[in-house]
């Protein structure tokens, strides 16, 4: 039963991975779209692309941040 | 055509430069991390002997080595001996430097290896200013900087016009102080934890949580300026009818605290994640006891996420600074129907 932990914390730092991965992936594929459409926006997009990608990068740090905590108990 | 040979022989040593200590740590880290071999290859062991005394973690790597053979928890101990705080600065092939522990009355004040990492860092930013502020002294008004002051200009600049001026806008200036503070504080101590023997105080959630604290009080004092008791007060009502205040209050004061936690856990899983990353990586030939595995993976991986890390180091810096201009700005802000939607966005 002790190993059953180690397995929720690998599931469960895989899941938040899969979330933050989909979630940045969109992020750069609208800045990319954006940029193209309007490359004299390319300051402001990649601001805002980055602001958004810490965001979401910072929830999926909270996952695995516990995902770690589990597997060290 | 001379100058081109020039800068390729430069990017030469300097990779070179970056491998071999690499190289160097992952000799010590063999005797740290492989007791075994000491004992199955006498060669080796008479190596260690010519390093000096054997070193206590190794002998403590022994013991648990001897305790139980499992190999995982033993690579395990040795990274969270890497990533944690402790009281022992290591100069591995030489021996270490046991820190004094302090207690006064009850709280644990002693001198740490990532406490001796922030006054490293405190001690190269004022030498490094020093320098470059002397150098702007002597200059005169029509004339460009050169080597050390031109590299900070630049980087001071970029805070000063694309971080504090786009973020907070009017009245940037007393806030910049903290920013640039910040910033090349936070940059040289994630720097700081990618060269040999240093260690990552932003790694150590205490470090982080204290700069974040800094922001939130400094956001607060902002919005008190801006909008003055009544406003602050105001503000944390959403601006809805009073029957819905039993629901508001509770969120925006919530919302107060997550901006600063969500700073402290982003800076500081990000620099323990890349840490534990490079090591575990390097623990892979070492668990599987293969060279080839080392020659395969362990070296060109742990060195792509050094590199990795070598970039993060500069985007986090500027993430912590860049969200705490966001929320300096936001919070000393006038109210307006689109800076409200902006509110709204970063309260995640």
Redesign the interface.
């Known amino acids: 039963m002790e190993g059953l932990g180690f397995l929720g914390a690998g599931i469960g730092a895989g899941l938040a991975v899969i979330g933050a991965g989909l979630g940045i992936g969109n992020v750069a594929a609208s800045a990319a779209e954006g940029v193209a459409r309007q490359p004299e926006a390319t300051a402001d997009i990649r601001t805002t692309m980055i602001i958004a990608a810490a965001l979401i990068e910072g929830v999926a740090l909270f996952g695995e941040v516990i995902c770690v905590l589990l597997a060290l108990k | 055509m001379k100058r081109v040979k020039a800068i390729k022989a430069m990017a030469i040593f300097r990779v070179t430069a970056l491998i071999v200590p690499i190289l160097f740590s992952f000799n010590s880290l063999v005797f740290a991390a492989n007791p075994e071999m000491q004992e199955v290859q006498p060669a080796a062991a008479s190596v260690e002997a010519v390093h000096g005394e054997a070193h206590p973690v190794a002998a403590t790597e022994a013991e648990t080595a001897h305790g139980d053979a499992h190999g995982e928890e033993k690579a395990g101990d040795v990274i969270?001996h890497h990533i944690l705080d402790n009281n022992v600065i290591a100069f591995e092939p030489f021996g270490e430097i046991e820190l004094p522990k302090i207690v006064i009355g009850g709280f644990d004040l002693s001198i740490t290896k990532h406490v001796v990492m922030l006054w490293t860092v405190s001690a190269i930013l004022i030498a490094l200013f020093a320098v470059a502020g002397g150098k702007y002294r002597k200059m005169t008004a029509r004339e460009a900087p050169k080597g050390i002051a031109n590299a900070l200009e630049a980087l001071v600049q970029f805070i000063r016009l694309?971080v504090a001026k786009?973020n907070i806008g009017k009245g940037y200036e007393k806030y910049l102080d903290y920013l640039l503070t910040v910033f090349f504080f936070i940059l040289l101590c994630n720097l700081l934890g990618l060269v040999p023997y240093g260690a990552t105080a932003t790694g150590n959630i205490n470090v982080t949580l204290t700069l974040a604290t800094f922001t939130f009080f400094l956001t607060q004092a902002a919005a008190l300026k801006a909008h003055g008791i009544k406003g602050y007060l105001a503000h944390l009502t959403g601006g809805t009818h009073p029957a819905l205040w039993i629901i508001m209050i509770p969120i925006e004061f919530i919302g107060l605290f997550t901006k600063p936690v969500?700073l402290t856990?982003?800076l500081?899983?990000?620099m323990t994640?890349g840490h534990i990353v490079i090591l575990s990586l390097i623990f892979i030939s070492f668990i599987l006891k293969s060279y080839i595995v080392a020659v395969v993976m362990s070296v060109p991986f742990s060195i792509f996420i050094y590199l990795l890390e070598l970039f993060v180091a500069f985007?986090q810096a500027?993430?912590f600074t860049?969200?705490s201009a966001?929320f300096i700005g936001l919070a000393s802000a006038h109210e307006g129907h689109d800076e409200h939607e902006a509110g709204a966005a970063?309260h995640?």
């Open positions: 969270m694309d786009a969500a856990i982003r500081f899983a990000n994640a985007l500027f993430i860049m969200l966001l970063t995640h």
